[in-house]
């Protein structure tokens, strides 16, 4: 049986499908159109699931939507009528698509299904979408279940638990109380993208001081014992406006919104500083609460704000559950793949197996390409390339390159579902380098400084670099550990005289380029079984170099999703200081390329700036 599940219309839409309860295909919407977070239907992820799965869409038995339309409608309507009249403009805006697509979803489904699927279409709870996405492919039998985002129709959080083929959600809290909405206010203010610039603010936390966090427990969030909130909506404007907040706001934090790409300030590293603690008080509590009511020993997570890892960090330390497991597709993306599993196994009845590892297969479900297709791309670029038959050489070789410094594009397998590059779509370098992080930031990716690299770390020595709990794993990079004391390196002063982006310029660890200011890493354990040949990689560099671990980030540069097809990776290696580009056993030398493209280096400079 072959079940399709759909995201679409809000934030990265994307498909995935599924055989008999097994994980075929699932990838997200902007890897193919290069429209970083497209939310309009997911054509071309649709066309990918139908191809992986070798069927047409005649064959499809069930095809899933991860939210129901109407429910969101309805919200929409009701926030408009309370608002009334100071939401008449927003709700003009928002109508048309509305009228034209949302409101008419089996139309457009079949229309992207090129009218050969004769099936009903089923419409799921946005966040009966995330719980599934977050137990279904999970290593646990039973599960404690915590969803968390911004808004779905009406529920912005919920509690549940899943235990075999079945899901419960048992408690839930609604618009406009959003621990999501809240995090993405401070975004918006501190003057970063709505919807991508979250990231940023949790990387920018550590330069900053918590100052403000009783300011916004006492003013603009309460939050009880039990981790429920309700949000102060005289200082937010979401619900009628096209912004975040309103001049209430602005009053409580001593002036206007920062202005995109002006200088960061101590205010916006203390906002972030304070913001970042609240969310993680309210998780935790949330956690507790959920452990109390559960009485489990597993919890697994999804929703936007599971991709929290800081915060996921401190649930794994300091949390009451013994286990723990997080969507890596944790957003909208993973409400396609939570629809088709609910639908298969809750709604269908089929019994489940969990696998010990996960069922996600090291979330390496998008599309691969053989060396054939890779150099018959290359060929049509009049690129120069390299062919080694032999792993071991060519392994060898990659070793030795980034010893030298070299920062490489690692191009290989499946590509990854999810907004993490895990090894397959990734640019990797030498976790050593002083200079690593900044050469990265600037010359590669095109964006701040002060953004922190994410280590991969060779599963089998994660205990000598960073305070992970035995037997505990970060395959998914979705967790925050400490740089272990023995491998920190004293300061030249001390870390209290030091404030905002002047903790960047210190050498504060042995692996410098992935370890933030506060010896935190997000780090990625690689295991044989995952990623099998960047664990080769991986293990020469640790043989030849007595190194285990090396920088990983996602082979894109700012303002563009991470790269699908061999023909967006040469674009991105041509318009890039990158050095050197692996794609499967096909190398790229940038020096012997015929031409570098400065036009689109100054067009990614510029962008940099502007964006």
Same mark, same amino acid.
């Given at each position: 049986m072959h079940?399709?599940?759909?995201? *679409?219309?809000?934030?990265?839409?994307?498909?995935?499908?599924?055989? &008999?309860? +097994?994980?075929? *295909?699932?990838?997200?919407?902007?890897?193919? #159109?290069?429209?970083?977070?497209?939310?309009? $239907?997911?054509?071309?992820?649709?066309d990918y699931c139908l191809a992986a799965a070798g069927i047409t869409a005649?064959?499809? &038995?069930?095809?899933?939507?991860?939210?129901?339309?109407?429910?969101? $409608?309805? =919200?929409?309507?009701?926030?408009?009528?309370?608002?009334?009249?100071?939401?008449?403009? !927003?709700?003009?805006?928002?109508?048309?698509?509305?009228?034209?697509?949302?409101?008419?979803?089996?139309?457009?489904?079949? +229309?992207?299904?090129?009218?050969?699927y004769r099936g009903r279409y089923v419409f799921l709870e946005h966040h009966e979408s995330h719980a599934a996405a977050a137990f279904f492919p999970s290593p646990f039998d039973e599960a404690a279940i915590l969803t968390m985002d911004g808004v779905g129709e009406w529920t912005t959080a919920s509690l549940g638990v899943g235990r075999g083929h079945r899901i419960e959600l048992l408690k839930t809290i609604r618009f406009p109380h959003s621990l999501g909405l809240l995090y993405t206010a401070f975004t918006w203010f501190t003057g970063f993208k709505v919807n991508s610039g979250e990231y940023k603010l949790m990387g920018l936390a550590p330069y900053g001081r918590p100052i403000y966090r009783d300011l916004i427990l006492d003013r603009l969030i309460h939050v009880a014992e039990d981790g429920s909130f309700r949000l102060?909506?005289?200082?937010?404007?979401?619900?009628?406006?096209?912004?975040m907040v309103g001049r209430r706001f602005e009053k409580l934090f001593g002036g206007p919104p920062r202005r995109p790409e002006s200088p960061l300030t101590q205010r916006e590293m203390d906002m972030a500083a304070s913001i970042q603690a609240v969310v993680e008080q309210v998780v935790l509590r949330t956690v507790r609460h959920l452990h109390e009511m559960t009485q489990m020993k597993n919890?697994?997570?999804?929703?936007?704000?599971?991709l929290n890892c800081v915060a996921n960090g401190r649930i794994l330390r300091e949390g009451p559950f013994e286990r723990l497991w997080i969507q890596p597709a944790a957003g909208d993306a993973g409400g396609a793949l939570g629809a088709a599993l609910f639908t298969w196994h809750h709604l269908l009845g089929n019994e @489940? #197996?969990?696998?010990? +590892? &996960?069922? !996600?297969?090291?979330?390496?479900?998008?599309?691969?390409?053989?060396?054939?297709?890779?150099?018959?791309?290359?060929?049509?670029?009049?690129?120069?390339?390299?062919?080694?038959? %032999?792993?071991?050489?060519?392994? %060898?070789?990659? *070793?030795?390159?980034?010893?030298?410094?070299?920062?490489?594009?690692?191009? !290989?397998?499946?590509?990854?579902?999810?907004? @993490?590059?895990?090894?397959?779509r990734s640019i990797i370098g030498d976790a050593r380098s002083d200079q690593m992080q900044v050469t990265m930031n600037l010359k590669i990716k095109f964006r701040e400084s002060f953004r922190p690299f994410a280590p991969c770390v060779l599963r089998e020595h994660t205990a000598e670099y960073f305070d992970l709990r035995p037997g505990d794993q970060s395959p998914y990079m979705l967790l925050v550990a400490d740089v272990r004391p023995e491998k920190r390196l004293p300061l030249d002063v001390p870390l209290?005289?030091?404030?905002? $982006?002047?903790?960047? /310029?210190? @050498?504060?660890?042995?692996?410098?380029?992935?370890?933030?200011?506060?010896?935190?890493? =997000?780090? !990625?354990?690689?295991?044989?079984?995952?990623?099998?040949?960047?664990?080769?990689?991986?293990?020469? $560099?640790?043989?030849?170099?007595?190194?285990?671990?090396?920088?990983?980030?996602?082979?894109?540069?700012?303002?563009?999703?991470?790269?699908?097809?061999?023909?967006?990776?040469? /674009?991105?290696f041509m318009a890039?200081?990158? &050095?050197?580009l692996v794609m499967e056993n096909v190398v790229l030398y940038k020096a012997e390329q015929r031409g570098v493209d400065e036009q689109a280096v100054s067009r990614y400079k510029q962008q940099f700036e502007l964006d």
């Open positions: 079940i399709l599940g759909i995201s *679409a219309f809000y934030h990265d839409s994307a498909a995935a499908l599924v055989e &008999d309860g +097994r994980i075929v *295909a699932a990838a997200q919407e902007e890897r193919f #159109t290069r429209i970083k977070h497209d939310s309009g $239907f997911p054509i071309h992820a649709v005649d064959r499809l &038995d069930h095809v899933v939507f991860y939210e129901k339309p109407l429910s969101k $409608f309805d =919200r929409l309507l009701e926030t408009y009528l309370a608002y009334a009249p100071r939401g008449f403009g !927003q709700f003009l805006l928002a109508l048309p698509t509305w009228l034209r697509q949302k409101l008419h979803l089996p139309r457009e489904m079949s +229309r992207a299904l090129g009218g050969r102060n909506m005289d200082y937010f404007t979401y619900g009628h406006r096209n912004v919890l697994v997570l999804a929703g936007g704000v599971a @489940r #197996t969990a696998d010990p +590892r &996960d069922s !996600q297969q090291g979330s390496l479900l998008g599309p691969a390409f053989t060396p054939e297709q890779i150099t018959a791309c290359l060929d049509e670029a009049g690129a120069v390339y390299h062919i080694h038959e %032999d792993e071991a050489v060519l392994l %060898d070789h990659i *070793a030795d390159l980034i010893n030298d410094g070299k920062v490489i594009g690692w191009f !290989q397998g499946r590509m990854e579902f999810g907004p @993490r590059a895990l090894g397959s209290e005289s030091l404030q905002g $982006f002047d903790k960047l /310029r210190t @050498r504060r660890s042995v692996i410098p380029a992935v370890t933030h200011v506060d010896y935190s890493a =997000r780090i !990625q354990t690689v295991d044989p079984d995952r990623h099998p040949k960047l664990h080769r990689l991986m293990s020469r $560099f640790h043989e030849k170099y007595g190194c285990s671990v090396i920088v990983n980030t996602s082979f894109n540069i700012r303002g563009e999703p991470i790269v699908c097809r061999p023909e967006h990776a040469y /674009r991105c890039t200081q990158m &050095d050197v």
